[in-house]
């Protein structure tokens, strides 16, 4: 199978009750179950037990518990809180083993026409013209062994330089923009559009964080996990094209640190906007 083929194949859960789910893990892990997967896991989870397939997400926020074996599978326990006409509420939690790896929060509303305005995107390369991520990872294979071994079912396309390089010219950064889109051909399903967007999402949210001050991944000795992580859905993402995601970070104190961003779509459109709160330890190598 693909990277891709195995992303399709992680979201397609196993239904073995009513509003319970089974997930599993691709061939390809971190030490503990990717943010990203249980995110969009549990959103694909929510949106098939809901009683009008089509009501749109609009917005889902998730609170990391505990880390999760990437050799076992994952229960996703759908309690359904509410559903009408044009609103619908679900919370999922995640289960392995009887501990709970995550709890999320997802809405559902189809609000019809009303006003409209949104942020502008920012001036960046088209994606074909930049290189994609395999490319920038070359030569980094020692220093960045969990990326260059990572899962890798987007093309990633940074318009800037992404932390590794950007700390090798011993430069800093408070922004990352980067071009995703499958590596593959989605299918005509609007809730797997959007769970591959929300897999997504959790890939470089953080960056800023780090690269405001200078650092890199595998460079410098940095802690990182993801505490809770929300999106707010504005519009429906077609994820065949390509979607720009635009973050910065806000602050970072107390060893948290925040990264917000949008999603947009090639018009400029916002599709979703992303925030995530992470736990960040840096250990500053002792001076000689």
Known sequence: MSDFDE????LDLQRVADDRF????????????????????????????????????????????????????????????RDERRFANRRVDAVQDGTLLCTA????????????????????????????????LRGYEKTLP???????????????????????????????????????????????????????SDTTVLDS?????????GYDRIFAASANHSVWFHRQVDFDDWVLYSTSSPVAADSRGLGTGHFFDRSGQVIATVVQEGVLKYFPAPSR
């Open 105 to 136: 929060m997802i809405s559902y509303m189809a609000g019809g026409r009303g006003l409209e305005h949104g942020v502008e995107p920012p001036e960046v390369c088209e994606p074909e013209s930049v290189p994609p991520l395999n490319e920038l």
């Open 22 to 81: 089974v997930g599993s893990h691709p061939s390809k892990n971190p030490m503990r179950t990717f943010g990203g997967q249980l995110v969009a896991q549990s959103f694909v989870a929510s949106t098939r037990t809901l009683i009008r397939a089509s009501l749109p997400p609009s917005a889902l926020s998730v609170h990391f518990i505990n880390g999760g074996d990437i050799h076992k599978d994952i229960e996703f326990h759908v309690v359904p809180l």
């Open 7 to 10: 992303l399709l194949a992680i």
């Open 209 to 217: 964080v780090i690269t405001k001050h200078g650092l890199s991944w």
């Open 146 to 200: 969990h990326f260059v071994n990572a899962l890798q079912p987007v093309d990633w396309r940074y318009t800037n330089d992404p932390s590794w390089v950007m700390r090798d010219k011993g430069e800093s950064l408070a922004y990352n923009r980067v071009w995703l889109t499958a590596l593959g051909a989605m299918p005509d399903d609007p809730v797997l559009h959007t769970a591959a967007m929300l897999y997504s």
